[in-house]
């Protein structure tokens, strides 16, 4: 397959990660190693990379990819939010550096057998660790509208969420929605046609969606940011990429709630213990490509990437 995936911000990632001599970084979203082979390579003096993916396709490349830094490379096949299990195999007790690159790559978009794209022709899977229990064929085929419209809300900002809910249960009485292209045109066709011609296709958030259900994305981006917060040592960076404005916005807020005092828990009475700030937040807006990486990779278009601080 002519499958690239070209790492975005790479320049600004290694400029914002600040590494260190002896220090230890984690890649929680290493995929097939584009960032993480940037890191290690501008930054010879560090002691070690741990690398995390759950797709084991991702792996495998990561792993060929980051061969020649075998030495100080530790790869792991695993959920990042399991980050502190992983760590203490290794016997490491704090992290320099954090970088997550969050959504889908190409090789996982590209792939037509993981179902991903709502252009390829392929099974309605979804899973970025096939060993998950349930695929977006199983939420399609099984969830009541009610719930298929809470997902397509909540993780899709879906406004015709309502009727392509009840578009595909109705669908799905006839018989099952079992590939991508079959989906993508019952979406198209039960949206108002002024809308079907838009520059975004119409199926891109039921997709977006469906793919953040199956993958539990939001639950997991809001455990890392914090647990890895906790996991770092003073100074230590955490670099988030995220490429819509969910991902975005949890991310914006977390980072505020950990760079605030807390005196008040959460019904208002005041704490005994004043809870202290946790970070600083390095980029006040967020870090977006230069036009000539979005003309060079169009996927880079909707990437912003927010950096915080350990105090
Ligand atoms: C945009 S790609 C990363 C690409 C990578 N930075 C590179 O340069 O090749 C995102 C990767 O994150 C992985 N991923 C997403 N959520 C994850 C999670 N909760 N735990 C581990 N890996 C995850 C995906 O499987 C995918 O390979």
Not at 21 to 30: E, S
Not at 97 to 113: A, M, N, T
Not at 282 to 307: D, G, H, L
Request: with cysteine; aromatic share 6%; glycine share 4%.
């Amino acid at each position: 397959m002519g499958i690239t995936h070209i790492p975005v911000l790479l320049a600004e990632v290694v400029s914002y990660l600040h590494c260190k001599a002896n220090g230890i970084y984690l890649d929680a979203t290493v995929g097939s190693g584009g960032h993480a082979s940037k890191i290690l390579k501008d930054n010879p003096e560090i002691k070690a990379l741990i690398a995390i993916d759950r797709d084991e396709d991702a792996i495998k490349r990561a792993r060929k990819r980051l061969e020649p830094f075998s030495q100080k490379t530790f790869i792991f096949q695993d959920n990042f939010i399991n980050v502190r299990t992983i760590l203490k195999k290794l016997n490491i007790k704090g992290l320099d550096g954090i970088l997550l690159d969050l959504g889908v790559s190409s090789w996982q978009l590209e792939d037509p057998k993981r179902g991903f794209s709502f252009r390829l022709e392929g099974p309605l899977d979804m899973r970025m660790d096939r060993n998950l229990p349930n695929t977006a064929f199983d939420l399609v085929n099984t969830l009541s509208v009610s719930q298929l419209k809470q997902i397509l809300y909540n993780y899709g900002e879906e406004r015709f969420a309502p009727r392509i809910s009840r578009a595909l249960v109705a669908e799905r009485e006839k018989e099952p929605i079992s590939d991508t292209l079959k989906l993508s045109k019952l979406v198209t066709s039960s949206i108002p046609p002024s809308y079907r011609q838009r520059k975004i296709h119409p199926a891109t958030k039921t997709f977006q969606a469906l793919r953040i259900a199956v993958n539990n994305e939001l639950y997991n981006l809001t455990a890392i940011i914090e647990e890895g917060i906790d996991l770092l040592a003073q100074k230590g960076r955490f670099c988030v990429i995220s490429f819509h404005s969910l991902e975005d916005r949890i991310t914006k807020n977390q980072f505020r709630e950990l760079a605030k005092e807390h005196s008040f828990d959460e019904r208002g009475f005041p704490l005994r213990d004043i809870k202290p700030k946790k970070i600083k937040i390095i980029t006040k807006k967020p870090i977006t490509p230069k036009p000539e990486e979005i003309m060079e990779n169009p996927r880079a278009r909707s990437a912003k990437m927010r950096v915080a601080e350990k105090l």
